[in-house]
C-alpha cells in the first residue's frame, strides 16, 4: 500500500512540470524536448487555409502541399504550382523561401531575418512561448526580369507575430484570427498553416 502511495504522489508531482512544455492546444500532452529543440529545423508547408475579408470583398486561399488557389470574391480562381520552406536556426535567425509558377512565369521571394519567442500576456490569454516574433532584417525577390532586394538593421522590421496551435517534433501548426475595425469597415483574417519537418 505504502509503494502505491509513493508512486502517485510521484506521478502528481511530476505531471505539472511536463504540462509546462504544453503551450499550445494541439500540443503533445507530454515532450521530452524544449519549444526551442521541437522548433528549430527546416519545414515545408504541406496545408494552407486562409480567407480574408475587407468590407463586402472576400478573398480565400487553399494549398494541398502543390497547388495553390486563390479566389478573388465572385472570379474564377487562380491557380499555382507553390513551395515554401522555413528553416528555423538555433542561433535566433530564420529563411523563409517560396518559388511561386503561375502560367510559365516563375517568382522567388526570400526573407531573412530573427526570431524569438514572445512571453506569455494573461489578459490577452497567451501563454509564455505560445507565439513567435519574427523579424525580417533582408528580403530578395525575383521574377526573372527584376529583381528587389531589401536590408534593415538596428531594430529590425517585424514580418509578424505568429501562434503555434501546435509544435511538435515532426509537424507544427500556425494558427491566425484577427478581426479590425477602420472607420466602420470590417477586416477579419482566418488561417490554418501546416508545415512538416524535412
Known amino acids: 500500500m505504502k509503494k502505491l502511495i509513493v508512486i502517485t504522489l510521484c506521478a502528481l508531482m511530476v505531471i505539472p512540470v511536463f504540462n509546462t512544455c504544453k503551450k499550445g492546444e494541439n500540443d503533445p500532452l507530454l515532450s521530452f524536448r524544449s519549444r526551442k529543440k521541437r522548433l528549430v529545423g527546416e519545414w515545408q508547408l504541406t496545408e494552407w487555409d486562409r480567407t480574408y475579408t475587407y468590407g463586402s470583398s472576400t478573398t480565400i486561399t487553399n494549398f494541398n502541399g502543390s497547388i495553390k488557389t486563390v479566389t478573388y470574391g465572385s472570379g474564377?480562381?487562380?491557380?499555382?504550382?507553390?513551395?515554401?520552406?522555413?528553416?528555423?536556426?538555433d542561433d535566433g535567425t530564420f529563411t523563409i523561401a517560396t518559388t511561386e509558377i503561375t502560367?510559365?512565369?516563375?517568382?522567388?521571394?526570400?526573407?531573412?531575418?530573427?526570431?524569438?519567442?514572445?512571453?506569455?500576456?494573461?489578459?490577452?490569454?497567451?501563454?509564455?512561448?505560445?507565439?513567435?516574433?519574427?523579424?525580417?532584417?533582408?528580403?530578395?525577390?525575383?521574377?526573372?526580369?527584376?529583381?528587389?532586394?531589401?536590408?534593415?538593421?538596428?531594430?529590425?522590421?517585424?514580418?509578424?507575430i505568429v501562434r503555434f496551435s501546435q509544435l511538435k517534433k515532426k509537424?507544427?501548426?500556425?494558427?491566425?484570427?484577427?478581426?479590425?475595425?477602420?472607420?466602420?469597415?470590417?477586416?477579419?483574417i482566418s488561417e490554418t498553416m501546416t508545415y512538416e519537418r524535412q
Do not use: C, H
Not at 474564377?76 to 536556426?89: C, F, G, K, R
Not at 497567451?126 to 507565439?131: M, S, V
Not at 509537424?171 to 477579419?188: A, F, K, P, Q, S
Open 76 to 89: 474564377d480562381p487562380v491557380t499555382s504550382s507553390y513551395t515554401e520552406t522555413m528553416t528555423i536556426e
Open 103 to 160: 502560367g510559365g512565369d516563375t517568382e522567388q521571394e526570400t526573407i531573412k531575418g530573427y526570431w524569438f519567442f514572445m512571453d506569455g500576456n494573461k489578459e490577452a490569454e497567451y501563454k509564455d512561448k505560445e507565439r513567435v516574433s519574427f523579424q525580417m532584417t533582408e528580403y530578395s525577390s525575383s521574377d526573372g526580369e527584376d529583381t528587389d532586394f531589401y536590408t534593415s538593421s538596428g531594430d529590425a522590421e517585424t514580418l509578424g
Open 171 to 188: 509537424e507544427i501548426i500556425i494558427e491566425t484570427e484577427i478581426t479590425e475595425n477602420n472607420d466602420g469597415t470590417n477586416r477579419t
